[in-house]
């Protein structure tokens, strides 16, 4: 009985261990009736390697008795110890060990030798094994289960990367995407190099791995006419919101600046969308390290991803929210069916994009061979995305089959809920992307702040009916 009680106080400490997420094994040591030392294995907690449980022990054991020979105590330990804990005990003198569990990968009394009663060394112990054998090989067995069962989680999040939704995923997004488990991406889109430069030291404060994604230009011309018919046609929609007329904005594009900003900040992926960037990028993009992530919409993009040197390819499905990265001819497909495809077509590793938005989705594109997987619109309700509160709100009120495509906020086809900007403007003359993008934003950033759905874009991916309201970190969690 008396072992008993002893071996419980040091399953007590293998329980301390297990709450810090150390392996699970504890020890005392009792000196004429009485604890003189009790610990539990700190290795993770100290990050040295000698902070075993018994070794813990004889160290305040030593401390308390003011001597190193510690030669009228009992050990007790809920795990079969290793060699440099048989050792230790050896050179401390300690007459008795006992016992819980027998550890057949590493114990060094019964198991793989039997160091404390090996004639050679000049001292020996007696051993006894097996008290609460069961408890403790329990606790061990838990602990070791629940560790395969995160392991096994850690490497599905691993697998999980959140869009890069230009206006979105703000520095404070993108640092609880990388706080969920997952690989956060900054939209950097339509930014200058100052504001890309002054959102990643944002999310630099917190962490290093994160993704930035940045607009390849396009060489689409429009004239100030196209600007002025489109703006004719978009100020009676401002004028319902209390707007005064402006000037025709500028339209400016800060690729170069804003890679040069990117560069220098040693991000370690950069992602690219509408295009791959000029050869000279990528060669000092890949002289540095970073993982340089292409998108494509069709089997033609993505082979010219990969002849481009590519590390991974977001392949991006027709189900997919905002504006997709189309920027070469070729079908428009579902992801399933574009997927394989491309997997036909290229080696390079795939991330799938596109109306992913639940455990299954994810499961399934990652069994189809997929490296990892994309989530966006699944992730535009959390309670930290950049989203409007209307947007937010109209997203979770939609209802499968709402989404449409349309040109009327960008220039460029994207798909999002209907409203009545999107209704009336099905006909009306549009500027050429991205000119139409600034002669719709201050409307569009009007008819947020006035929480107004009715001219505000509202992107979203064809189940954007599936996202939630939620911490980011319980949505992942759910997946």
């Known amino acids: 009985m008396e072992h008993q009680h002893f071996m419980q106080l040091a399953i007590n ?5 297990a709450r810090l997420g150390e392996v699970p094994i504890g ?8 604890v003189i030392a009790s610990a539990h294995n700190l290795c993770e907690t100290s990050q040295r390697a000698t902070t075993h449980a018994e070794l813990l022990a004889i160290e305040q054991a030593c401390e308390v008795l003011g001597d190193w020979r510690l030669e009228d105590v009992t050990l007790y330990v809920t795990l079969e110890p290793c060699p440099m804990c048989a050792g230790a005990i050896l050179q401390a003198r300690i007459p008795r060990v006992v016992y819980g569990a027998r550890d057949a990968k590493a114990g060094c009394v019964n198991s793989l030798y039997q160091l404390l009663n090996d004639e050679r060394f000049n001292h020996q112990c007696e051993v006894t094994e097996g008290i609460l054998e069961t408890e403790c090989a329990l606790i061990l067995r838990d602990f ?7 392991n096994k989680r850690r490497k599905l999040m ?5 869009a890069p939704m230009a206006g979105v995923s703000t520095p404070a997004f993108v640092i609880a995407a990388q706080q969920a488990g997952i690989l956060g991406s900054f939209g950097a889109g339509y930014l200058t190099a100052e504001q890309t430069k002054d959102a990643i030291d944002e999310i630099k404060k917190v962490t290093s791995n994160f993704a930035v994604n940045v607009f390849v230009p396009e060489a689409t011309a429009f004239t100030t006419a196209q ?14 919101l209390g707007l005064e007329a402006q000037p025709l904005p500028a339209v ?14 040693q991000i370690s992926h950069v992602s690219f969308t509408f295009g791959i960037p000029p050869a000279k990028w990528i060669e000092r993009f890949k002289a540095q ?8 919409t069709t089997v033609e993009e993505a082979i010219a991803n990969e002849r481009a040197g590519m590390d991974m390819i977001v392949v991006q499905g027709i189900e997919a929210g905002g504006h997709r990265g189309t920027f070469l001819t070729g079908e428009q497909l579902p992801l399933k069916q574009l997927v394989k495809q491309v997997q036909r077509a290229v080696t390079t590793p795939l991330i799938a994009a596109g109306g992913i938005a639940t455990k ?26 950049g989203a409007s509160d209307i947007h937010k709100e109209s997203l979770l009120a939609s209802k499968e089959g709402d989404t449409v495509l349309t040109r009327a906020f960008s220039g460029k086809t994207a798909r999002g809920l209907a409203n009545t900007f999107t209704t009336q403007m099905t006909t009306a003359p549009i500027a050429p992307y991205p000119a139409q993008h600034f002669l719709t934003a201050r409307m569009r950033s009007a008819s947020a702040k006035q929480h107004n759905p009715n001219f505000v874009s509202m992107w979203s991916g064809t189940n954007g009916h599936l996202a939630k309201a939620d911490s980011l970190q319980a949505i992942i969690d759910s997946l």
């Open 158 to 162: 691993q697998s999980i990367i959140q």
């Open 289 to 296: 390290g970073t993982i340089m992530i292409g998108t494509a």
């Open 227 to 240: 600007m002025e018919e489109a703006y004719a046609t978009i100020r009676p929609f401002e004028q319902q």
């Open 360 to 385: 299954a989705h994810i499961a399934y594109y990652l069994a189809k061979g997929a490296t990892a997987v994309q989530l966006g619109t699944a992730l535009l309700a959390a309670n930290e995305s």
């Open 252 to 265: 400016q594009q800060h690729f170069h600046s804003q890679l040069e900003v990117i560069l220098e900040a």
């Open 13 to 17: 400490e293998a329980h301390k261990a």
């Open 27 to 34: 020890a005392v040591i009792v000196y004429q009736g009485n």
């Open 144 to 150: 070791f289960a629940a560790l395969r069962k995160r």
